[in-house]
Structures are given as structure tokens and as C-alpha cells.
């Protein structure tokens, strides 16, 4: 049997491909433009707004505007006045740039959630926070406030299972539970609670600490009789790390995300962007907190 002898390569043709090529510096060269490409069309147009540290400071933002809020609130637990840092909408209403009241800038981020709601009968509106700053707490808290001046329907609930600041604000720290749900409104001076028999309703500021687990379906119907006691039902979701915060952000009609622009990393917002859809939340939009 006689071993077949495979053609010797052809170097002529190879020297030439080499010739071809360019230089090894240009290669890396065209890689590092690739990768500064890729980077640039991949960040969030939330970094490209510098954080101000003054109102008249605030860009405005393509065909859009950016409001800030500096608002003080007393924390019942600690006695204490804390200050909330400024707070920009994003994708509020198209228009100039608005800085003069606090009130005004609340009020245009009540009109976009009722705008956005507005095809909903009834609505559970989530807000998601990024880091564990609480700031979901504070913008749930005056808006909430801002809503009910304008006589609407509202109640607010902390179904944050981890850190709980929406209960903690409101000084409803004596029976810390699941689900807490807080003050009412002008129209409806009450709370509404859940057992696991049937919808109390008990004074404002009362807490109930529920035995539910996350996945039982009654917290489904429980936010659907909640619907039948108040047309708009704000939830403070928290970080969304319990998989009960998980489950109630799947039951709201729309979440919004609320980002620290001067401690949210960029890896997180985007991937908390991208992470959300995809667990079957419909995310309605991101209120940036300067």
C-alpha cells in the first residue's frame, strides 16, 4: 500500500494573501474603533445627561423636559427632616425646561401616569427602584399627595419585603407585614387590607401582617378586589430582589423604573432595563432622580 504524498502548499499564493493583509497595528487599530462604537451606541441616553448641582444648571433634554424637585419630609420613625434629592421625570411632556415649583414638577409626572393608565378602567401602578436608595419610596409618597389634592382615588402600598421604607415613612412600623397598604385619600378615608379570608377595611395607618406566601394566587385577587375599592393603586416595589416584589410587579398594568443618576451605575439601569420586559412587566418609563 503506498502512502499518498498531499500537494506542497502553494507560497507564492500565501505570500500574496500576506501582502494583502494590512499591518497588524491597523487591525488592532479598526478593533478598538469597533469596541468604542459598540460602547457608544450601547449607553443609556441617562448618562448622557450630566447630574447639575444647580437648577439653572439642568439641560434640557431632546424634545422633552427635565424637572427638579427639592421637597423635605419627616421621617416618623427617626423624628428627623430628611432631604429629598431632586427629582427629573423623563419623558414627561414635550415643552421648555421647568424648575420654579416643586409642585409643578409633580404634578406634570401625575399627569403622565394618568395619561398612561388612562386606557385602564382601574390600574396598579409599580415603580421599581434601581439601587436601595429608596427613592421609589419618596416619588410614590408625593405623588401620591399630588394626586389626592386633585381629589383621586388613591392608595399606596409598600410591597417591598426587604427594606419596607414606604411603611417606615408612614410610621407604620408596629405590625410590619407583606403587602402593607397605607392611607387613603379625600374620597376614601380608609385603608383597605388583605386577609386571607376576605378585604378588611381598617383605619388609616394600620398595618396587617399577612401569611400569604409570594406565589399564592390570592394576592392576584387580592389587587383585583383593591381595584373595586380605588381606581388607582400606586406600589412601592422596592428593588424587586423578594419574589413577592417580582410577582406583584407582573399583576400591575404599568411599572416605571426610578434611577439615581448620581449613584446608579450604568451597568445596572441597563441591565435592570433590559431584565424587566423580559419577566413579563410592561415598563411604562424611568424617573431619574438627580
Avoid at 125 to 138: E, I, K, M, R
Avoid at 143 to 165: A, Y
Wanted: aromatic content about 4%.
Amino acid at each position: 500500500m503506498k502512502l499518498q504524498r498531499h500537494a506542497p502548499p502553494n507560497k507564492s499564493a500565501r505570500a500574496a494573501k500576506l501582502a494583502s493583509r494590512p499591518p497588524f497595528s491597523q487591525l488592532r487599530r479598526r478593533g478598538q474603533l469597533q469596541r468604542e462604537t459598540a460602547k457608544t451606541s450601547n449607553t443609556p441616553a441617562i448618562d448622557a445627561i450630566p447630574a447639575p448641582k444647580v437648577a439653572s444648571e439642568l439641560p434640557a433634554v431632546d424634545a422633552e423636559i427635565v424637572v427638579q424637585v427639592d421637597t423635605r419630609t419627616t421621617v416618623a420613625q427617626s423624628n428627623s427632616t430628611r432631604l429629598i434629592r431632586p427629582v427629573a421625570a423623563e419623558r414627561i411632556v414635550e415643552g421648555a425646561l421647568a424648575t420654579d415649583e416643586n409642585t409643578r414638577a409633580y404634578e406634570q409626572l401625575a399627569t403622565r401616569v394618568i395619561d398612561d393608565v388612562s386606557c385602564f378602567p382601574t390600574a396598579c401602578v409599580g415603580f421599581v427602584a434601581a439601587d436601595q436608595g429608596g427613592d421609589s419610596t419618596l416619588v410614590i409618597t408625593i405623588l401620591g399627595n399630588v394626586l389626592r389634592r386633585r381629589q383621586e382615588q388613591v392608595l399606596i402600598l409598600d410591597s417591598d419585603t426587604e427594606q419596607r421604607c414606604l411603611s417606615l415613612l408612614h410610621g407604620v412600623t408596629d405590625r410590619p407585614g407583606t403587602g402593607d397598604i397605607l392611607s387613603g385619600s379625600a374620597l376614601l378615608p380608609e385603608s383597605v387590607l388583605h386577609t386571607p379570608q376576605q378585604i378588611k377595611v381598617l383605619p388609616i395607618g394600620t398595618a396587617y401582617e399577612s401569611n400569604e406566601r409570594p406565589s399564592s394566587k390570592k394576592w392576584g385577587q387580592f389587587l383585583s378586589q383593591i381595584k373595586v375599592q380605588s381606581p388607582l393603586t400606586l406600589i412601592d416595589l422596592g428593588t424587586m430582589q423578594s419574589a413577592f416584589s417580582t410577582q406583584m410587579a407582573q399583576l400591575c398594568e404599568t411599572v416605571y423604573l426610578v434611577v439615581a443618576m448620581d449613584r446608579t451605575p450604568r451597568s445596572t439601569y441597563a441591565k435592570l432595563a433590559g431584565q424587566i420586559p423580559l419577566q413579563g412587566i410592561r415598563l411604562q418609563g424611568t424617573i431619574v432622580t438627580l
